[in-house]
């Protein structure tokens, strides 16, 4: 056994054999003993402080007592019956409770016997107690594992404790892996890296963080992992950008000309904010180096995105190309078409709207026109992507509200030219810039971050249910004054039929304080059939009606600069992202907006946070920062089908540090190394090839 390697099936470990084998696959997706490694604890228990009774209280993470199991009880009935066991140490004594596991419990705790227990004191009918703590009995036998000062915490599964792989079980794993391939690790990252980090050898950092000796190397173990983690996710990142870029030659925009000037120097109907200014500036750059760009442009709602991209198309029909613009629906698309064709004027160049609903005729002379070159800008849906859309010359491709479309579709774009066009992807969902920096590491990112002056801050205000009346009242007024008003009601899949309940009632409500005929309400819903949801969705945008009803589907980019009221209901209940993007579809006209944010009495912490978090700021991106890490990397949208965010140990929402120094790391290693050809890269490219992050690089344009 003496020369199994980080590749050897995990059955071959002693300890192992098939049966575990096949539920660490199943459980923890463990296939290879260099799998079992890269299980990192996910926590320690400090070894070497022990609480006393007398100081554990309800606001402690967690506490670790050393005392004696005095006494173990099981009490109550069905779902009451739970196991109550007294916990004593010289200062005084606990109730422990467990609700699950009670008959092997009651089997395997030993009444008299000294205990290290760890858990979260809570306080329950003015008590403090701990609920399933963890009970380990205190014996000298430990130290065979090591004089461990901090112990490790695996997590686990029900399933795989019936196997005995508990947290402790896992260690004991642990230690065979290491004691068998520990003399054959391998470093990971060239020597001059280490240095130049200061990070702990490989082999080191992987003893150290299941086995720590001392928090010092623990940290360091900790910091060493993390940032090879990060730094190899950025390593392949930006070297499939460094790929991209010798593999697809650019069209070469190298002149500013006539239709971008004019567009410019008369047209512009206001003066183009510092960030705007910024973004196509770097646009200009980017589509004069003779490579292809991918250049993702995150601004908020109402920051100006439109008129970036309209200048760049300008840009590019001033090359001689041809540009194009995807919106994700029908509606966004007729909104691009009128505002830019307005903006343009009649005689800059030509603009067309393409959409399913475009008639069979109209249709025909959008192909012929883009296919013999006299139709300089198309706007559209998907219907864009259809093979039979085909462009004399294509040269610049927007796509707004990237992150409805998929990867195929925009792909398809990509090959509309047999040079790819620029691309150009804007959202209006801000995402914090570590988030940023690995979901879409391989592009460039402008980020327009300032709003256009003399927009006025929307009031933001959270009532609760018994404020209701308020809320009608102040209804009536904006109403009256010519406004429109948003209802929004969450409707959410698991909860669906409930959602819906409390929507038809809340419509109810509603059409009896605002009835006919003075008043007319729009109702839109995601059950609703697409072309009866235009419908409403029209007479709103028109002004025929002055309340809209609607659940999120209004979220995506919809302009009606008349409506300057949002009441979300049930706010608590949406995420910070939802609310701010809600949000952002009043402010659009001159008049002072407002956003009501109702909730019920009871909220939870996190609910509360993120209300707060509302009412105090507009600012998209500090938005993103506190969803970031309210909810942890894994649920902000988006990041889910991009599957970058498992990650084996670094966190995006607490690692910022560290990413920014591994970016920076990879960013210069390109600099003097763009093809990795150096021998003291050599050990990066093998690592990219044999194991790297296992992560399917979805490119995003
Ligand atoms: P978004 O970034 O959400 O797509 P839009 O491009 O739709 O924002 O712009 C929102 C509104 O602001 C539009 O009516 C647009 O004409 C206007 N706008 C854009 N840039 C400026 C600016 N620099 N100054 C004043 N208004 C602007
Ligand atoms: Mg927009």
Redesign the pocket.
């Known amino acids: 056994m003496a020369d199994l390697s980080v590749i050897t099936p995990i059955e071959y470990l002693k300890g192992v054999g098939p049966q575990k084998a096949d539920v660490l696959k199943k459980e923890l997706q463990i296939f290879t003993i260099g799998n079992l490694l890269e299980h990192y604890p996910f926590r320690y228990v400090d070894r070497t402080k022990f609480h006393k009774l007398r100081e554990i209280h309800p606001d402690m993470v967690g506490a670790q007592i050393l005392g004696r199991l005095t006494a173990l009880q099981e009490v109550g009935e069905k779902r009451a019956r739970r196991l109550v066991g007294q916990f004593r140490d010289d200062t005084g004594s606990i109730e422990l409770v467990w609700f699950q596991s009670i008959t092997w419990l009651q089997k395997s705790l030993k009444v008299g016997a000294a205990y290290i227990c760890y858990g979260k004191p809570t306080e329950f009918n003015g008590q403090v107690s701990i609920t399933h703590p963890e009970m380990e009995l205190y014996t000298a036998q430990e130290k065979k594992i090591g004089n461990l000062t901090m112990q490790p915490v695996y997590s686990s599964t029900e399933k795989l404790k019936k196997f005995n792989l508990d947290s402790k079980g896992i260690q004991k794993l642990q230690q065979a892996a290491l004691e068998i391939v520990f003399r054959g690790l391998q470093e990971t990252m060239p020597g001059y890296l280490l240095e130049k980090h200061r990070l702990m050898s490989y082999p080191q950092a992987l003893l150290a963080i299941h086995f720590p000796q001392q928090v010092d190397d623990l940290n360091a173990a900790i910091r060493r992992l993390k940032f090879e983690e990060l730094f190899f996710i950025q390593l392949r990142l930006l070297r499939n950008k460094q790929l991209n870029t010798q593999k697809y030659r650019g069209h070469r925009f190298d002149q500013v000309g006539e239709k971008f000037n004019t567009f410019f120097n008369e047209r512009l ?5 510092n960030a ?1 200014k910024r973004v196509v500036k770097e646009i200009r750059l980017d589509t004069n180096t003779g490579a292809q760009m991918n250049r993702l442009v995150q ?11 309209l200048m760049a198309m300008l840009l590019a029909i001033d090359n001689g190309y041809q540009a194009c613009m995807m919106a994700p629906t029908e509606i966004l698309a007729q909104q691009h078409y009128a ?1 830019l064709s307005s ?1 343009l004027g009649d005689d800059l160049c030509s603009i067309k709207l393409l959409t399913g609903s475009t008639p069979a005729k109209e249709r025909r002379r959008i192909h012929q026109d883009l296919e013999d070159g006299s139709l300089d800008i198309l706007i559209g849906t998907h219907a864009l992507i259809e093979d039979k859309v085909k462009f004399k010359n294509i040269g610049f491709v927007v796509i ?1 509200e990237q992150h409805r479309f998929g990867v195929e579709q925009r792909a398809k774009l990509w090959r509309k030219n047999s040079i790819p066009p620029h691309m150009l992807v ?1 959202t ?1 969902t801000p995402i914090p810039r570590t988030l940023a920096m690995t979901m879409y590491g391989d592009l460039d990112i402008s980020v ?1 971050d300032e709003l ?4 006025k801050p929307i009031k933001t205000v959270h009532f609760f249910e018994n404020q209701r009346l308020r809320v009608f009242g102040f209804m009536r007024d904006e109403i009256a004054k010519g406004r429109q008003v948003y209802v929004v009601y969450p409707l959410i899949k698991e909860s669906e039929k409930l959602d819906l309940i409390f929507l038809e009632a809340g419509l109810e409500n509603l059409q009896r304080e605002f009835p006919l005929p003075t008043y007319k309400i729009s109702i839109v819903h995601g059950k609703m059939p697409v072309r009866d949801k235009d419908f409403e969705m029209q007479r709103f945008v028109k002004g025929e009606t002055q309340i809209m009803v609607a659940t999120t589907v209004i979220e995506v ?1 919809v ?1 009606v ?1 008349n409506a300057s009221v949002m009441i979300i209901e049930n706010s608590e209940r949406f995420g910070l992202s939802q609310l701010h993007q809600l949000r ?1 579809r009043v402010g ?1 006209g001159a008049e002072q907006s407002y956003c009501i944010l109702m909730s019920g009495n009871k909220l939870s912490k996190e609910g509360r946070k993120r209300l707060e978090t509302m009412v105090r700021t507009s600012d998209g991106f500090e938005i993103a920062e506190v969803d970031l890490q309210l909810r942890g990397p894994g649920d902000i949208s988006g990041t889910q089908q991009s599957g970058i965010i498992e990650m084996k140990i670094a966190n995006l929402a607490s690692d910022k540090a560290i990413l920014t120094e591994a970016r920076a790391s990879v960013i210069e290693i390109f600099q003097t190394d763009p093809t990795l050809s150096q021998a003291e890269n050599n050990l990066l490219v093998s690592y990219l090839a044999q194991r790297g992050p296992n992560i399917s690089w979805d490119k995003i344009s």
């Open positions: 109907p206001f003066p183009l904010t705007q601004g908020d709602v109402g920051s100006g995105k439109t008129v970036v991209a505002g903006l707004d804007m209006a327009i256009p002056a003399g927009r980019g302009n600069p952002g659009r």
